[in-house]
T-cell receptor
């Protein structure tokens, strides 16, 4: 069985500061990893994904994530956040087939 | 990119009535669609997997007779909440998968979600 753990439920940060949102997963098979962002009362928007190849993945809005197989982690980072980055972020894992298992979510709150 | 449209975005219904939510892939064919449910301040929980032309596969604990899923075409899946009760009030989100060239896995594209309130 697969599972995803997002270690921080809330992350407050000041504008222009760096941020890291942590994600660990467990799976007995090869996985594909995703980060999604959700704004209030909206669906999910894909930030980035790891399917294969380079372990450092760059996504939209200046976000990037690094796949670390030995630590079973896929942490999301941004060197300088903006107020507009305030949202809920979900890490997800999938095997072949597209079914996603989501983490509990991390609420990123960017303060001026 | 691939676009998934979900309708309606908000619906209020009386207890005991049924509500239908549509999920359409606008510019691609989706052989598989997924339905999720999200309670406030919580994560998305997969309800069922919908494959075109076949019966949906429900996750453990999801009542198939209450949440009817139909995937009649490659661009449309519907979720009907039957005999809705206040505890069914939630945010329902669908996703559709698009096969990527050379890869077995598929990336999921999400609809905007439907806020269901049962009064």
């Amino acid at each position: 069985a697969q599972s995803v753990t997002q270690l921080d439920s809330q992350v407050p940060v000041f504008e222009e500061a760096p941020v890291e949102l942590r994600c660990n997963y467990s799976s007995s098979v090869s996985v594909y990893l995703f980060w999604y962002v959700q704004y209030p009362n909206q669906g999910l928007q894909l930030l980035l994904k790891y399917l294969s190849g380079s372990t450092l993945v760059k996504g939209i809005n200046g976000f990037e994530a690094e796949f670390n197989k030995s630590q079973t982690s896929f942490h999301l980072r941004k060197p300088s956040v903006h107020i507009s980055d305030t949202a809920e972020y979900f890490c997800a894992v999938s095997n072949q087939g597209g079914k996603l298992i989501f983490g509990q979510g991390t609420e990123l709150s960017v303060k001026p | 990119g691939a676009v998934v449209s979900q309708h309606p975005s908000r619906v209020i219904c009386k207890s005991g009535t049924s509500v239908k939510i549509e999920c359409r892939s606008l510019d691609f064919q989706a052989t598989t669609m997924f339905w999720y449910r999200q309670f406030p301040k919580q994560s998305l929980m997969l309800m069922a997997t919908s494959n075109e032309g076949s019966k949906a596969t429900y996750e453990q604990g999801v009542e198939k007779d209450k949440f009817l899923i139909n995937h009649a075409s490659l661009t449309l899946s519907t979720l009907t909440v039957t005999s809705a009760h206040p505890e069914d009030s939630s945010f329902y989100i669908c996703s559709a998968t698009l096969k990527e060239t050379g890869l077995m896995n598929t990336e999921a594209f999400f609809g905007q979600g439907t806020r269901l309130t049962v009064v």
